[in-house]
C-alpha cells in the first residue's frame, strides 16, 4: 500500500498568515494526489484534485503543487474560515490512503 | 446534484453485524457511471478507507478490513449498503459515503456521516 505522511501534524497560525502543508508519498504517485478540508463534526470537502486542480467553490488563497513522491498544500492568507484539518489521498491506486491529517488551529 | 445520506442502526452489539445504507438522491446509479465509497473515521482520529463499489458492479476492498466487508448496490432503491461483520470496540467510528467520479480523481460528494457505537 502507498504510504502518506503529512508534516506537521498540526499547527498554530495567526490569521492572515501564510500556511504550507506537506504530503510525502512512499512511491511515486504522479500527480494523483488529493486535498480535503474537514471542520469539526463535517464530512471532508474536495479541496484539490490532481494536485494542483481547485475545486469550485474555494477561493484562490488555496493552492496545491508538487508531483511524483512531495505535494504541498498551501493557503496564501489564512482565514478564520480555514481553521480546520487537512487530508491528503493518494489516488493513483487502490487501496486508497489518506494521510494522518494536518490540523490548523487559532494561535 | 448527486447528494448522498447515509442511515442505519447507531449501536451494535460486538460480534454481530454492522449494517448502513447510503441514499443516492439526484441522480440514477443505474444510468451513471461513477464508484461510491465507504470511510469511516474514529473519534478524534484520521480518515480510512473502506472500499468502494463501482455503479457497473466491480468492488474493491481496504486491506485491513477485506476479510469481514462486503459493498453491494440495490440499483432498484438507488442505495450502496454496507455489511461489516464480527464488529469490535475498534469498528466505532463515524462511516461515511462518497462519491468519486471515474479516474484518478478523489471523492467529490460526500454524504454528512453516520455514527455507530459498537458496545455491549
Known amino acids: 500500500d502507498i504510504q502518506l505522511t503529512q508534516s506537521p501534524s498540526s499547527l498554530s497560525v495567526s490569521v492572515g498568515d501564510r500556511v504550507t502543508i506537506t504530503c510525502r508519498a512512499s512511491q511515486d504517485i504522479s500527480t494523483y494526489l488529493t486535498w480535503y478540508q474537514q471542520k469539526p463534526g463535517k464530512a471532508p470537502k474536495f479541496l484539490i484534485y490532481g494536485a494542483s486542480t481547485l475545486q469550485t467553490g474555494f477561493p484562490s488563497r488555496f493552492s496545491g503543487s508538487g508531483s511524483g513522491t512531495d505535494f504541498t498544500l498551501t493557503i496564501s492568507s489564512l482565514q478564520p474560515e480555514d481553521f480546520a484539518t487537512y487530508y491528503c489521498?493518494?489516488?493513483?491506486?487502490?487501496?486508497?490512503?489518506f494521510g494522518q491529517g494536518t490540523k490548523v488551529e487559532i494561535k | 446534484q448527486v447528494q448522498l445520506q447515509e442511515s442505519g442502526p447507531g449501536l451494535v452489539k460486538p460480534s454481530q453485524t454492522l449494517s448502513l445504507i447510503c441514499t443516492v438522491s439526484g441522480g440514477s446509479i443505474s444510468s451513471d457511471s461513477y464508484y461510491l465509497n465507504w470511510v469511516r473515521q474514529p473519534a478524534g482520529k484520521g480518515l480510512e478507507w473502506i472500499g468502494r463499489i463501482y455503479t457497473r458492479g466491480d468492488t474493491t476492498y481496504g486491506p485491513s478490513l477485506k476479510s469481514r466487508v462486503t459493498i453491494s448496490l440495490d440499483t432498484s432503491k438507488n442505495q450502496l449498503s454496507l455489511k461489516l461483520t464480527s464488529v469490535t470496540a475498534a469498528d466505532t467510528a463515524v462511516y461515511y459515503c462518497?462519491?468519486?467520479?471515474?479516474?484518478?480523481?478523489?471523492?467529490?460528494?460526500w454524504g454528512q456521516g453516520t455514527t455507530v457505537t459498537v458496545s455491549s
Open positions: 489521498q493518494q489516488t493513483y491506486t487502490t487501496p486508497r490512503t
Open positions: 462518497a462519491r468519486s467520479p471515474i479516474g484518478n480523481h478523489g471523492m467529490d460528494v
